[in-house]
C-alpha cells in the first residue's frame, strides 16, 4: 500500500532530535511562551521575509485572531463584508463568521481552484472592507491582481496560508525540463520566503508542509501595531500578567511544538523541492485523457501541499487506485454552501465550485514519497 502519506516516516528521521527537544524543555522547566516560542517566531519571520510572527494555538485561531486585532484598531467592525473564496476549506468561513463578519463567496478560476480575481470585483459593495484570500492546494493565489483591487477599493487583506509554507511570488525562475525529474532545479534555492501584504495565518498542523505533532499555528506581518495587538490577544489580552488591555483569548503556540518546528522548519525548502520534483513527474508522465492535471507554471508559486487532479469518475477511479493499493484523499467532498451548518446558504449556485468538489481526487506526495512509489502511481493512472 502506497499511504497518502506516511506521518510516521516524515518525521522517523527527526526521532531522537524529538527526544532531546523533550528533554531540554522538561529541563528548563518554562512551558508556555519561552525560548523555543520566541525561538520559532524570529526564525519563522526571517524565513518569511516578515518583520514579525505570532505563534497561536492553530491555524484557525490565526485567521480569526487577524480579524480580531483589525477590529481591536478599528479597521474591521462587526458586521462588515469579507470577500472570501467559495472553493475552500471550511475554516476560512468560520474564521470569518467567529469575529462576527460576513462572509462573501466568490467563485474560483477552475484552471487554479483559486478565487478568481475578475469576480472580486463584482462582489464589492459599502460594506465590502476585506478579502481573505487562500492559497489553496499550496499555490499562491493571483496577489498581484487582488492588490490592485484591493489598494482601488480600500481594502483590507488577509491571507490563509495554512497550505502554502514557502511558496514565493514573482519568482518565475524556476527550470522545467522534462522527462527527466534529476534535472530539477531551482535558480536561486535561497528565495523561497514570502512577502506579506497585510496578514497572514499559517497551520503547523501535523499533515502541512511545516507540521508540529499535534496543533499549532502562526501569524505573519509587517504591521507593527497590528503585531502589537496580536501578541496581546493571544495570551487573553495581557501584555503584562493580571494587567489586561483587551478582551483577548488563550492561543498561545506551545513551547514544545515550538522546539519541534525549530528542528524541522531548515529543512522546509528542501522538502518543498522535493514535492515540486515529484509534481513535475505528474504532470510530464501521467497521459491519460480522463484525468484533468493541476495547472502550475513551474515558477515558486506552488509548494504543492496537495497535487489534485480531476476526474468526472471519481468514485470509479479512486475504487481503481484503492484496489490497486494507492491511498488517495478527497479535498474536499462538500463545498461549504452545501455544508449542513449553513442551511440559509444551500439553495446558492455556484457551479464552479459545485465541479471542483464534486471531481478533485488527492493523489500522494510528500518528501517521502520514493522515486519507485511515483513511477508505480504514473503507472497505475495510465493504466485507467
Avoid at 491519460?288 to 504543492?304: A, C, G, Q
Avoid at 467532498?333 to 449542513?340: A, G, S, T, Y
Wanted: with cysteine.
Amino acid at each position: 500500500m502506497i499511504p497518502f502519506l506516511d506521518l510516521k516516516k516524515v518525521n522517523e528521521p527527526y526521532e531522537a532530535a524529538f527526544q532531546e527537544k523533550l528533554k531540554s524543555v522538561l529541563s528548563n522547566g518554562w512551558y508556555i511562551l519561552g525560548k523555543e516560542v520566541e525561538t520559532f517566531e524570529k526564525a519563522f519571520a526571517e524565513f518569511c521575509k516578515t518583520q514579525h510572527c505570532i505563534g497561536v494555538g492553530n491555524g484557525f485561531d490565526a485567521l480569526v485572531l487577524i480579524f480580531k486585532g483589525y477590529i481591536q484598531l478599528g479597521k474591521l467592525k462587526k458586521g462588515d463584508e469579507v470577500i472570501v473564496p467559495a472553493n475552500t476549506y471550511i475554516a476560512s468561513i468560520l474564521a470569518i463568521l467567529q469575529a462576527d463578519l460576513v462572509p462573501v463567496l466568490v467563485e474560483p478560476k477552475l484552471e487554479t481552484y483559486n478565487i478568481n480575481p475578475d469576480l472580486i470585483r463584482k462582489k464589492i459593495t459599502s460594506k465590502t472592507k476585506a478579502i481573505l484570500v487562500v492559497h489553496l492546494y499550496g499555490q499562491l493565489a493571483e496577489m498581484d491582481e487582488i492588490n490592485k483591487i484591493a489598494d482601488q477599493n480600500h481594502l483590507l487583506i488577509i491571507e490563509d496560508a495554512a497550505q502554502s509554507h514557502g511558496a514565493a511570488a514573482n519568482s518565475n525562475n524556476f527550470k522545467f525540463q522534462i522527462p527527466n525529474a534529476s534535472n530539477f532545479t531551482l535558480s536561486d534555492p535561497e528565495a523561497s520566503g514570502e512577502e506579506s501584504s497585510g496578514a497572514k495565518a499559517y497551520s503547523f498542523y501535523p499533515g502541512k508542509n511545516l507540521g508540529c505533532l499535534g496543533d499549532g499555528g502562526a501569524i505573519t506581518t509587517n504591521d507593527s501595531e497590528l503585531a502589537k495587538v496580536l501578541f496581546s490577544l493571544r495570551n487573553y489580552g495581557s501584555e503584562k500578567k493580571y494587567y489586561n488591555e483587551f478582551v483577548g483569548v488563550n492561543s498561545r503556540l506551545d513551547e514544545i511544538q515550538a522546539s519541534f518546528l525549530n528542528l524541522k522548519l531548515p529543512n522546509l525548502n528542501a522538502d518543498n523541492d522535493k514535492r515540486r520534483a515529484i509534481a513535475k513527474r505528474y504532470l510530464a508522465e501521467i497521459k491519460n485523457e480522463k484525468i484533468i492535471l493541476p495547472f502550475w507554471d513551474f515558477s515558486e508559486n506552488h509548494v504543492f501541499h496537495l497535487f489534485v487532479i480531476r476526474t468526472e469518475n471519481r468514485e470509479e477511479l479512486q475504487g481503481y487506485l484503492t484496489q490497486n493499493n494507492i491511498q488517495t484523499v478527497i479535498h474536499y467532498p462538500v463545498p461549504p454552501h452545501k455544508q449542513k451548518a449553513f442551511p440559509e446558504w444551500n439553495n446558492l449556485s455556484f457551479p464552479i465550485t459545485e465541479k471542483i468538489h464534486n471531481e478533485v481526487l488527492s493523489l500522494p506526495i510528500s518528501p517521502v514519497l520514493t522515486e519507485r512509489e511515483v513511477s508505480f502511481v504514473i503507472e497505475v493512472l495510465n493504466r485507467y
